[in-house]
């Protein structure tokens, strides 16, 4: 499993110009599943991430988590997380898993951060 976390004063998702989900401050989670992936790495990732400090405090140092700050969780699925780009100008997806076992997955890695952060969760 491969997340991208970056943190945002707000963020959407947008198909076909219309909005899918928004947030305003909090984390936009791009989350890559792997084949090998499993239930305990979503575990693990959704204990980990709201505990990460990435967010300034009073004195312009990141000591505040997600947790911290009250802020909302926007989670997309990314399969190209897993590109192997070494070869040629093709990239290969063969490690990210099939939607059959990703989604899931996503879905699990979803209910285990709402279970974490309920009042700030958006999907």
Avoid: W
């Avoid at 959407?12 to 792997?34: D, P, R």
């Avoid at 997600?66 to 997309?76: A, F, K």
Wanted: aromatic share 6%.
């Amino acid at each position: 499993m491969k997340v991208v976390i970056q943190r945002v004063t707000s963020a959407s998702v947008n198909i076909n110009e219309s909005e899918l989900a928004t947030i305003g401050k909090g984390l936009l989670i791009l989350l890559g599943i792997e084949t090998e992936d499993t239930v305990s790495d979503a575990e693990k990732l959704c204990a980990k991430i709201p505990k990460i400090r990435i967010f300034s405090d009073e004195n312009r140092l990141m000591n505040l988590s997600n947790s911290d700050v009250n802020g909302d969780y926007l989670v997309v699925s990314q399969f190209t997380l897993h590109a192997e780009t070494r070869k040629g100008n093709r990239p290969s997806y063969i490690k990210a898993a099939r939607p059959e076992q990703a989604i899931p997955l996503y879905e699990k890695f979803i209910e285990l951060l709402y279970k974490k952060q309920v009042k700030n969760f958006h999907r």
